[in-house]
């Protein structure tokens, strides 16, 4: 809990990063239980090495490497959505307001 505490209060503390984050986690854990190289995981899913390891960091994805990555890695797209997120519904209400102001800035 203290880790989570941390990063609440860090700095560009965000409810989508933190969800990126462990997507990137689960998708890690997986690659590794089937011990897959960034390169061999990379080259199975279109990637190069430096972008498969932004995405185990974090990095937001599309739907389709989300379905690529659950398909080289022989789980269901569901299992690498299965974490616990902790989050108010005003970080979600802010996270929304500051995409509705970027588009009106446009």
Known sequence: MALRQFCCMSKGYSVEQEFLSKVGEKVK????????TLQ????????????????ENGKNMTLLTLFKIAAI????????LDFPLEFKIQD???????????RQKK
């Open 29 to 36: 854990l997986y690659r590794t239980k089937k011990q897959l």
């Open 40 to 55: 061999e995981f990379g080259e199975d899913i279109g990637l190069d090495k430096g972008n498969t390891q932004r995405l």
């Open 92 to 102: 979600v209400e802010k996270f929304i307001q500051e995409k509705k102001e970027g």
């Open 73 to 80: 890695l022989e789980v269901e797209p569901k299992d690498l």
